[in-house]
């Protein structure tokens, strides 16, 4: 290398190519690619000559999570800061020829090509493969177990597993550890069709978000509650981790995680050694999903192993039903409005469980799954809360962007659950969206105004304006049917405005959605419209279909035909407008849709059938149940 930044971060090679060692993760949303864009453009150099290498707790700056639409944000920002000192000391040409351009993604070649790219692909020379049996359900415990001769078994505790030299084998060597496991069990979930009231019940953590001066102002008064059920994150691959013990007690982990630097932290506090994380990419997961459980589960079986290193993948079954789940919701919105109809005071109340129990949590908690089921278990407390400053978790948006003179805002967090939360995109965003939005909705059909006409009575952000009246403009406003969804996300991030079409027949189905969003300076075109694209269609999946189900002892939704996601065949078309303001800081567009996507279906289901559905998912159970 002739050249190494201060930090590390940047080198240069004798022949020109740049090495950036990213602090975020590639999780399919195409960050290192942005990253590169922005990395070539401050040291004016072509972008074939950076090579973006992969996190590492070796290596590269510790930037926390890849999370919350942050990356292009706040690392962009800092590699751009670090490559235009390189650029000053080590001499380069100009700059600004890269950001705002759709550039190739630097990760689909091997993708589209199904060449080995992914944590599941990676083999390590002499490595074993493992699996985990989980309990039941979250109370059972191991009371017995009688493995057949020439199983290898690791056990310390409920956390049991096999070792075995091929897939093949571990899967075998699985089902008949399962048949020679005892437990204890006995009932611990809520009820599936109350959630408001298990929600409701507290104890609860109050977090003021908004506070009023003075008391509302006389009005008519209207009222509604909203909810959203239990989410799983649904990886279309299960979670997957290879770990090896090396010679000296030290332990090499390769991972999905999205934080590789949390992830070492969790790991060396549960295993008391000197711990490397490397990030390798998985199938993509937006939120907090097993990745990090399945870290340890591979950590502690390779402790079994002789040093040879063990990869440990998670079954459907699994992951769909042990790993964190976005919270379930309910919201309440009031409003007083004038003789015209127009809003004088809003009040928004969320009841939830948290929405952070990722390593390191709740003031160094490590968090990971196997950790509680260990001979001395780990107690893990709830989920909590990001900060104010993080955007917040269930109260996330549930201060509407809107013009109101008086308004109150109030979080509810339950403080005791069996059932296990965490981040999902957008955290409590999408659920408190759909509330502000669908309510909107409500008091513009009760002032008899069109909803179009309704937002914008009460908008006042010139940059807000825009993205309603261009996805209006773009959807053909005016139409039958249609329905609308605003946000502006975490209120300090990307503008998104939603218009939905759909058909209501045998089922409720998407046709269309069109979508307008700011993001301030686009780095990369092509990448904000694949976010736009991807996050509103898992969001309508969410939206019409997902439910996480259980009984009173353990989750039942473990499979693709309990747990149903959106099919190939139901996916909407999505047209995206990019509203673009060069010049302004960049944010993130990976999680802008939520909110307004869900919305915009809801009333555009409502103006289609006339019936008002606030319970979550929209599918023909929920419709029916409206309508009688």
């Keep these: 290398m002739v050249f190494v930044s201060d930090d590390g971060v940047v080198s240069v090679r004798d022949d020109g190519v740049v090495f950036v060692r990213a602090g975020k993760a590639e999780l399919g949303q195409g960050v290192l690619t942005a990253l590169a864009q922005i990395a070539a453009d401050a040291l004016g150099v072509e972008l074939s000559r950076v090579r973006m290498l992969p996190a590492s707790t070796g290596a590269g700056p510790d930037q926390g999570f890849t999370a919350g639409s942050m990356s292009v944000a706040v690392a962009g920002a800092a590699l751009r800061e670090t490559c235009e000192r390189v650029r000053d000391q080590a001499g380069g040409a100009g700059a600004g020829r890269f950001v ?7 990760d689909l070649p091997d993708k589209v090509a199904g060449r080995p790219r992914f944590i599941h692909d990676l083999r390590l020379p002499g490595q074993l493969y493992g699996r985990v049996l989980r309990p039941p359900s979250p109370a059972a415990r191991l009371t017995r177990l009688t493995p057949a001769p020439g199983l290898h078994v690791v056990r310390d505790g409920s956390f049991v597993g096999v070792l075995a030299e091929t897939e093949a084998e571990a899967d075998r060597a699985l089902a008949a550890l399962a048949r020679a496991a005892e437990w204890a069990d006995h009932d611990t979930l809520p009820d599936e069709h109350d959630l408001h009231t298990f929600l409701r019940r507290g104890p609860h953590e109050t977090i003021t978000v908004r506070t009023p001066t003075g008391p509302p102002p006389d009005g008519e008064r209207h009222a509604a509650t909203y909810s959203r059920p239990f989410i799983a994150h649904a990886s279309i691959a ?4 290879a770990a090896r013990w090396n010679s000296g007690g030290s332990l090499e982990v390769w991972s999905h995680t999205q934080g590789v630097h949390p992830l070492r932290r969790a790991l060396a506090e549960l295993l008391a050694a000197e711990v490397e994380v490397h990030h390798v990419e998985g199938a993509g997961c937006y939120g907090h999903n097993a990745a990090d459980d399945v870290a340890l589960d591979a950590a502690l079986l390779a402790r079994e192993a002789g040093g040879r290193p063990v990869q440990v993948r998670w079954s459907r079954r699994d992951e769909l039903t042990w790993a964190p789940f976005g919270s379930a919701m309910s919201v309440d919105v009031a409003a007083t409005v004038d003789e015209a109809g127009l809003v004088r005071s809003w009040r928004h109340d969320v009841w939830s469980q948290g929405h952070l129990s990722r390593p390191g949590y709740a003031g160094g908690v490590p968090g990971l799954l196997a950790g509680a089921h260990l001979e001395r278990p780990w107690a893990y407390p709830p989920a909590v809360d990001p900060s ?31 059932i296990r939360s965490s981040a999902l995109r957008s955290l409590g965003a999408f659920m408190n969206v759909f509330a502000i939005e669908s309510f909107m909705d409500e008091l513009a059909s009760a002032a008899g105004m069109d909803p ?7 908008l006042s952000d010139p940059r807000a304006r825009a993205v309603v009246e261009r996805a209006a403009d773009a959807a053909g406003w005016g139409a039958p049917g249609l329905g609308l ?11 998104c405005a939603a218009v939905a079409e759909v058909a209501a027949e045998q089922d409720v189905r998407v046709r269309r959605l069109t979508i307008a969003v700011d993001v301030g300076q686009v780095v990369n075109p092509d990448g904000v419209r694949n976010q736009i694209e991807g996050g509103a269609t ?14 009173r002892r353990a989750i039942t939704s473990g499979d693709w035909e309990s747990y149903p996601i959106l099919r190939f065949s139901e996916a909407p078309e999505v047209v995206v407008e990019l509203v673009e303001h060069p010049g302004t800081p960049s944010v993130g567009a990976g999680e802008a849709a939520q909110g307004p996507v869900a919305a915009a279906i809801a009333n555009a289901l409502a103006a289609t059938l006339g019936v008002r559905v606030r319970d979550l998912p929209l599918d023909r159970e929920a419709v029916l149940k409206a309508i009688q």
């Design 388 to 418: 104010p400053q993080s955007g917040l978790g269930m109260a996330r948006n549930a201060v509407p962007g809107y013009d109101f003179p008086w308004l109150e805002v109030t979080g509810h967090r339950v403080l005791e659950t069996p």
């Design 452 to 458: 179009l006409a309704y937002r914008l009575a009460h």
């Design 238 to 241: 299960p979670s997957c981790a």
């Design 538 to 551: 898992q969001a309508t999946s969410w939206t019409l279909k997902e439910r996480v189900r259980f009984d």
């Design 485 to 495: 969804g605003f946000a502006r996300y975490k209120g300090t991030g990307a503008y």
């Design 100 to 106: 705002g351009v759709s550039v190739p993604r630097l």
